[in-house]
C-alpha cells in the first residue's frame, strides 16, 4: 500500500499546504454513525483509512473514544506521514475526549484535525490537540462547558462532582494554551453557549484556517 506524503510545511506551518478535501464536507459511510473498523463490507472507510484519514463523527463516548485512539495508534506505528481526522462531533464526555487528545499528543506522526460539522463541548479537546486545525466553510464551533448528570449515593455522586469541576477546569486551560486566550474569558464565553462560524472560530484562535472555498 502506498501512503501519500504531504509537503514538509505541513508538521509546522499553519499557512502551508494541506492535503485535498472534500468541498462541501467529506463522503460519510451514514449520517451520524461512527467508523468501525475498515473492512470488505465498508469499501468508503477501507479506502479513507488506506490514505490516513479517519472519520469522527456522533457524540464521543467512551466505547468511541477507544475505537478512535485504536485507529490513530495502528496508523502511528504503520508510518510517519500525517493522520487527517475529519471531526463532526456535537458533544461527548470529558474523560473520552481527553483520552482521544492524549492520544494525539503522544503520537509520533502529526494529525491534521480537520471539522467537518458542527462540533463543540468536550470535543473542542480533540480539535485543540491537532497540530494543524481547520474547518469546512459551513461548519460550526459550539463553545459550551461539559455538563455530567450523576446518580448514586450522596458519598459517591460528591466524589465524582469534583472530579468533573477538575476535569472542567482542564477543559478550559487546554482551550486557553491553543487559543491565547485567558481561562476566564474562554469560561464566560462557554457559559453563553457561544456559537462560532468558521471564519469566528479561526479569529478566536481555536482553527488556523478555513479550507478553500470550490
Not at 459551513?138 to 449515593?153: I, N, S, V
Not at 458519598?155 to 469541576?165: C, F, G, I, K, Y
Request: include cysteine; aromatic fraction near 4%.
Amino acid at each position: 500500500m502506498t501512503m501519500p506524503s504531504f509537503p514538509p510545511e505541513f508538521p509546522g506551518d499553519p499557512n502551508g499546504p494541506s492535503p485535498p478535501s472534500w468541498p462541501g464536507g467529506p463522503p460519510l459511510p451514514g449520517e451520524g454513525s461512527w467508523p468501525g473498523e475498515p473492512d470488505a463490507a465498508d469499501p468508503l472507510a477501507d479506502r479513507l483509512f488506506d490514505h490516513r484519514i479517519i472519520l469522527a463523527n456522533g457524540s464521543l463516548d467512551g466505547a468511541r473514544a477507544s475505537e478512535l485512539t485504536g485507529k490513530l495508534v495502528m496508523l502511528d506505528a504503520a508510518g510517519e506521514e500525517p493522520v487527517t481526522l475529519h471531526l463532526r462531533s456535537p458533544d461527548g464526555e470529558p474523560e473520552a475526549a481527553f483520552a482521544v487528545a492524549d492520544t494525539i499528543g503522544i503520537l509520533g506522526c502529526p494529525v491534521r484535525v480537520l471539522v467537518a460539522g458542527q462540533t463543540g463541548g468536550p470535543p473542542l479537546l480533540v480539535l485543540a490537540a491537532g497540530r494543524r486545525r481547520e474547518m469546512m466553510p459551513h461548519a460550526t464551533l459550539r463553545l459550551t462547558e461539559p455538563r455530567a448528570a450523576f446518580q448514586g449515593d450522596t458519598t459517591d455522586v460528591a466524589t465524582r462532582e469534583e472530579e468533573h469541576r477538575r476535569q472542567v477546569d482542564a477543559f478550559y486551560i487546554r482551550l486557553a494554551e491553543t487559543t491565547g486566550r485567558e481561562v476566564d474569558e474562554i469560561r464566560e464565553d462557554a457559559r453563553q453557549d457561544l456559537l462560532l462560524t468558521a471564519d469566528e472560530a479561526v479569529a478566536y484562535g481555536l482553527v488556523q484556517a478555513v479550507v478553500a472555498r470550490p
